[in-house]
């Protein structure tokens, strides 16, 4: 059984900070791609940031290029997403997702968190 579980988010004002953590458990992926997507309301599921666990590489969406961090920690089977200068359309529901082979495709991605949310005030 396959876990995904999402910790952080929260209200921030804008220009605030959150980190958002996302611990994956039951067994070992054979996509190594985990990555972030976020879902106001009323809008489509939309990619945030991803990467490579084996490999070490990364991919964010442009609007978010610059004030977010994707990271790893290797032992604890956890990635991060450091949110900086947050913006109030940064408001939004994250989910993390994993064993995927590709990065913005929301539909190869095999597995996701429960969401948590980020509100971001003006």
């Known amino acids: 059984q396959v876990q995904l579980v999402q910790s952080g988010g929260g209200l921030v004002q804008a220009g605030g900070s959150l980190r958002l953590s996302c611990a994956a458990s039951?067994?070992?992926?054979?996509?190594?791609?985990m990555g972030w997507f976020r879902q106001a309301p009323g809008k489509e599921r939309e990619f945030v940031a991803a990467m490579r666990w084996s490999v070490y590489a990364t991919d964010y969406a442009d609007s978010v290029k610059g004030r977010f961090t994707i990271s790893r920690d290797n032992a604890k089977n956890t990635v991060y997403l450091q949110m900086n200068s947050l913006k109030p359309e940064d408001t939004a529901v994250y989910y993390c997702?994993?064993?995927?082979?590709?990065?913005?495709?929301?539909?190869?991605?095999?597995?996701w968190g429960q969401g948590t949310q980020v509100t971001v005030s003006s």
């Open positions: 997702a994993a064993d995927s082979r590709s990065f913005r495709t929301r539909s190869d991605y095999n597995y």
């Open positions: 039951g067994r070992t992926f054979s996509r190594n791609v």
